[in-house]
């Protein structure tokens, strides 16, 4: 994540996927929601400072954060230090500077984590946490408990994301063919998980309903 107040040019060309937030409010938002590498931002935004920023963050996340600041006070580096950011740069600074530090970053954090996310088998996405070797599932870092079936299903379909199953197809593929029953089980457990994962289960952020087809995990 990086502020529009900065050109994140460098960093495409060079690979990474940078999405561009317009105010600090928009930002802190992404940041607590969205699953990302690294986040860049500026201490002087709009509606929400940097500092409040990596403060709120830093309390539920272990992520890199690198701070930009066009100020040369000590103490404004030092705070941001101290509300958890990881580094600092200083404006102006060449892109060439922006991109040895963000890939610095990130290979340390892979390092310090021992294993890179894709090896834990981990699923990540806006605040969903799903551990398929451990069976657990984070809602914002809260653990909810789903049984073994609606675990095995919101897994499925999260491992296919914007995809639409069928009930048919859902029962078939997480129930079993010769299992005899009523394909009615599939919404009785999408209900369910629902209920566990999603923050208005009337108007779900996840397993989304798509009328006379099925159900499509959205990301």
């Known amino acids: 994540m ?31 929601n969205v699953e990302y590498d690294l986040i860049i931002v500026d201490l002087m935004l709009p509606h929400t400072d940097g500092f409040e920023i990596c403060r709120q963050v830093r309390a539920v996340k272990e992520i890199p954060i690198l ?22 740069i200083t404006k102006p600074f060449s892109p060439s500077e922006l991109v040895a530090r963000t890939k610095a970053h990130i290979s340390r954090y892979d390092r310090l984590s021992g294993i890179k996310e894709v090896d834990k088998k981990e699923i990540r996405i806006r605040g969903l946490t799903i551990e398929e070797a ?68 009337s108007n779900p952020q996840f397993i989304e309903t798509v009328w006379g087809a099925g159900y499509r995990f959205s990301v």
Do not use: Q
């Open 2 to 32: 990086i502020s529009k107040r900065m050109k994140g040019y460098s960093l495409v060309i060079n690979g990474f996927n940078v999405e561009l937030v317009a105010s600090g409010k928009d930002g802190l938002e992404k940041a607590l």
């Open 67 to 88: 701070i930009v600041t066009a100020k040369k006070e000590d103490i404004d580096k030092i705070r941001g230090l101290g509300l958890g950011a990881d580094d600092y």
């Open 134 to 201: 451990s069976h657990r599932v984070f809602v914002n870092r809260r653990e909810v408990y789903l049984t073994a079936k609606e675990f095995e299903l919101l897994t499925f379909l999260a491992k296919h994301p914007n995809r639409v199953f069928s009930k048919e197809e859902l029962f078939e593929l997480i129930w079993g063919l010769d299992l005899a029953g009523d394909i009615s089980t599939v919404t009785v457990h999408i209900r369910k998980i629902r209920g566990k994962i999603e923050i208005d289960p």
